[in-house]
């Protein structure tokens, strides 16, 4: 009988720090602000016959990565039907609601996210650590980011 064994990763060092806005509507929108966000994973896995399911070593690697690839940018939403972001030479030019916006495109990622919130980075990353995980019998992934202490979005992943 295959035995299912669930790992929990949630490192001090998974996290990056980012400026984002969370869009509400057409017309609304937050004020430009950040946060230090965290990143913690759970693992569904078989249990190997060397008494381990998953090399924690690897899993803490990636979600590392991931988080450091975000660390230290703007984030936009790419796919919000409310705004539309331009190239304009060092620029990424936003236009959200009649206003303009500029952004240094060396310190700004576009992010083919709906909207700059927990729930549509913990999908972004949820996608990122599943396609570094290709190949591995994971039964599912869980995958949370935190914007404070007690505020959390959660994004699942099974295969099938």
Same mark, same amino acid.
């Given at each position: 009988m295959e035995q299912l064994t669930?790992? !929990?990763?949630d490192k001090e060092r998974h996290k990056f720090s980012a400026a984002h806005y969370t869009i509400f509507s057409a017309t609304e929108r937050e004020r430009l602000h950040g946060h230090n966000y965290s990143v913690s994973a759970r693992?569904?896995?078989p249990m190997g016959d060397n008494g381990f399911a998953a090399? !924690?070593?690897? !899993?803490? %690697?990636?979600?590392?990565? /991931?988080?450091?690839?975000?660390?230290? !940018? #703007?984030l936009l939403a790419g796919e919000?039907?409310?705004q539309r972001i331009e190239e304009a030479g060092d620029y990424y030019r936003v236009s959200f609601a009649? %206003? %303009? #916006? %500029?952004? /240094?495109?060396?310190?700004? /990622?576009? /992010?083919?996210i709906?909207?700059?919130t927990?729930?549509?980075f913990s999908r972004y990353l949820l996608r990122g650590l599943v396609t570094l995980s290709v190949g591995e019998d994971i039964r599912q992934i869980e995958l949370c980011v935190a914007s404070g202490p007690?505020?959390?979005?959660?994004?699942?992943?099974?295969?099938?």
């Amino acid at each position: 009988m295959e035995q299912l064994t669930t790992l !929990y990763i949630d490192k001090e060092r998974h996290k990056f720090s980012a400026a984002h806005y969370t869009i509400f509507s057409a017309t609304e929108r937050e004020r430009l602000h950040g946060h230090n966000y965290s990143v913690s994973a759970r693992i569904v896995a078989p249990m190997g016959d060397n008494g381990f399911a998953a090399d !924690y070593t690897v !899993y803490k %690697q990636r979600i590392g990565a /991931l988080c450091e690839a975000l660390d230290e !940018y #703007m984030l936009l939403a790419g796919e919000s039907p409310h705004q539309r972001i331009e190239e304009a030479g060092d620029y990424y030019r936003v236009s959200f609601a009649g %206003q %303009q #916006m %500029q952004f /240094l495109r060396s310190d700004t /990622l576009v /992010l083919p996210i709906r909207n700059a919130t927990v729930e549509e980075f913990s999908r972004y990353l949820l996608r990122g650590l599943v396609t570094l995980s290709v190949g591995e019998d994971i039964r599912q992934i869980e995958l949370c980011v935190a914007s404070g202490p007690g505020q959390k979005g959660c994004a699942s992943w099974a295969p099938g």
